[in-house]
Every structure is written in structure tokens, then in C-alpha cells.
């Protein structure tokens, strides 16, 4: 068996609100998880994919491992009986403003290990992707990340980090302390314009806050060069409204975002990653690749929910290729 990505996290069931969740009403119920949110935007996009991570003997792993399955994604699993499978809430406070409240402390997510990592690799993936979202969740955790990364590495493999950090879970030293060194195994690094400080010398300065923009713009030319030099090959930076850019060893390629309103941002970053990735696989040359990835995270931002609005490869052509507003007949 071979697949063209393997990933490995947590997953978690997201219970989403529509308004303030002191004010009660319906939650819905969702598959949340950056990891997983890749795998199923790759598998949609036509490509095999294969999601390790442990789940709790509950409903919740039960409907997460039914869902990546439904999306056609081998799943390599570990059931941890004496732990629960992690959930969080997603509030919608306004139009503009979503708040995570997380209940994921000593999930069954969180033991991930070495031994899943072992388990997971007789998927032959060609492209491993890994966050360092799960190498902030438990000593254990970070360790698997670094033995993926490091074998990835050493086995040749197309080594994907995204440094997705997350406040509610480690500090920016401490992040720091984990991801420079793991960026090391990198093929392909991919982080927001605010996260690049995270795996490379900012000059002590957190993100672009507090500089002009050319002093920003000066600080992530910096920052690329330096994790060129050491071994990564495309240094991927996520803008969000504003798109997308890469610095390669060749240059740098800018892509603007695809205009679109937004509905909900949760899943946007993924949705990008996915794209990109996909268009790796198939291929594509860098404006490929951020093209694909703008695409998929507009659908992302356009649509609500974690996942539920990746496109298909049928459907990218659609954004753009139709007015505002039209209704397919």
C-alpha cells in the first residue's frame, strides 16, 4: 500500500454555535482538527491520503473515524480506552468574531507517539504533512513530531510543516524553542506572515507587529533566506485577504486572494494547504500551487464549517467562472 499523503494529529469533534453559547440554542456537530481539515481537502482534490492519530472509546471518535472515512481516507488509528476523544466549542460572538473554547487537556489525541508514527509509515506516503499544533499538545506528542520529521527526512519524503500556532497552547517561546529546530526536516514550510518569527531569527520581534510595511516586508525576506539556507526548499506564506507568497531559491511568487464574501474563516489556513499540497502532487510549478491554494481556501472562507465546503477538483473552476450571485442550471 502507498499513498500520496500521510498526515497525523488530533482530531477533535467541533460543537458549533450560530450566537453566544451563554445564550443557549442548537449546536451542530463537526470533525475539527488542522491535520485532518488537509486530509480531507487532498483526498477531495483526487488524491489517496491516509490520517493517523488515536480517538477515545466514545461517540465522538466513533463519528470522527466514520467522517475521514466517508471522505475516503485511510485511516491508521489507536483507540485509547482510558482517555476521551477531545472536543471543543466554537462560538459564534458576532458576524466577525468566532471564539474556541478547547477541551482537549490529557485527551486520547494527545498520547500520540512514536509507535503510531512506526505504525503509520507502512502507508508509503510520498508526502508526509505535520503542525505544530500536535507537537504542543503533550511531551509525547512533540516527540512523535520530531521522529516523523526526521524520518520523513532521512526517507526522502516531501516534508510539509505548517507551524499553526496556537496561543491557548504554548507560548511563542516555547513554540519557538520546538519549531525552529523541527523546521530543519522541512521541504515545504508554511506559516502565517506573524508566524515566520516562529522558525526563524525576527530580529526579537514577534510577527510584523510594530513595523512599517517595508520593514515587514524587509524582516520575511530575512526570515526566508535564512530557512532556505537552512535546507528548506519553499518557504510558503499565508496573507489571508491579502493571498498568498513563496520564496524559493529561485525567487518569490505572489498570489492574490480570489474575492469572495466570507462566511467563515475557521479552516481557511487548511483549506490553502490542501490546495497547495494537491497541486504539488499533480505537478504544478509554484503559481500552480498558489493558485490551487487560494482557490481552495476562497471555498474555505465562502462556505461554513471546518471542512464541509473543500472543493472538489471539478469545482475549482467555478469560483470566477460565474457572476457573483449565479445559480448553476
Known amino acids: 500500500m502507498s499513498v500520496d499523503l500521510l498526515t497525523l494529529g488530533e482530531s477533535m469533534v467541533s460543537l458549533r454555535s450560530g450566537g453566544p453559547l451563554s445564550a443557549g440554542g442548537a449546536l451542530t456537530m463537526h470533525v475539527a482538527g488542522a491535520e485532518s481539515n488537509v486530509a480531507v481537502g487532498v483526498a477531495r482534490l483526487g488524491h489517496s491520503v491516509a490520517w493517523a492519530g488515536v480517538v477515545g472509546a466514545d461517540p465522538h471518535g466513533e463519528f470522527i473515524l466514520r467522517r475521514l472515512r466517508g471522505e475516503g481516507i485511510a485511516v491508521q488509528h489507536r483507540v485509547d480506552t482510558a482517555r476521551a476523544t477531545g472536543v471543543m466549542f466554537l462560538e459564534r460572538r458576532t458576524a466577525d468574531l468566532s471564539r474556541a473554547y478547547y477541551y482537549r487537556a490529557g485527551s486520547a489525541g494527545s ?28 511531551p509525547d506528542a ?13 526517507e526522502g519524503l516531501v516534508v510539509s510543516l505548517d507551524v499553526n500556532f496556537r496561543s491557548k497552547l504554548w507560548s511563542r517561546d516555547e513554540a519557538r524553542a ?32 510594530g513595523r512599517g510595511p517595508a520593514e515587514a516586508e524587509a524582516a520575511e525576506l530575512a526570515m526566508a533566506a535564512e530557512l532556505l539556507d537552512r535546507g528548506v ?32 474563516t475557521v479552516g481557511a489556513g487548511d483549506a490553502f494547504t490542501a490546495g497547495y499540497l494537491s497541486a504539488l502532487l499533480d505537478g504544478g510549478d509554484v503559481a500552480a500551487r498558489l493558485k490551487r491554494g487560494t482557490l481552495a481556501g476562497a471555498f474555505a472562507v465562502s462556505t461554513a464549517g ?11 473552476a467555478l469560483l470566477g467562472a460565474a457572476p457573483d450571485g449565479s445559480t448553476q442550471r
Open 306 to 316: 471546518d471542512c464541509e465546503g473543500l472543493p472538489s477538483a471539478a469545482e475549482l
Open 233 to 264: 526548499r519553499e518557504v510558503v506564506v499565508k496573507r489571508g485577504a491579502a493571498g498568498a507568497g513563496v520564496h524559493t531559491a529561485a525567487g518569490r511568487c505572489e498570489a492574490p486572494a480570489v474575492p469572495v464574501t466570507s462566511i467563515d
Open 142 to 154: 512533540r516527540r512523535a513530531v520530531e521522529y516523523a520529521a526526521a524520518r520523513g527526512a532521512a
Open 111 to 138: 498520547t500520540i507517539g512514536r509507535e503510531d508514527v512506526d505504525r503509520a509509515f507502512a502507508a508509503g506516503p510520498g508526502v508526509l504533512h505535520l503542525t505544530g499544533i500536535t507537537a504542543a499538545l503533550s
Open 178 to 209: 520546538v519549531l525552529t529546530p523541527l523546521a530543519r526536516h522541512a521541504t515545504v514550510l508554511i506559516a502565517s506572515d506573524d508566524e515566520l518569527g516562529l522558525v526563524a531569527d525576527d530580529g526579537g520581534t514577534p510577527g510584523s507587529g
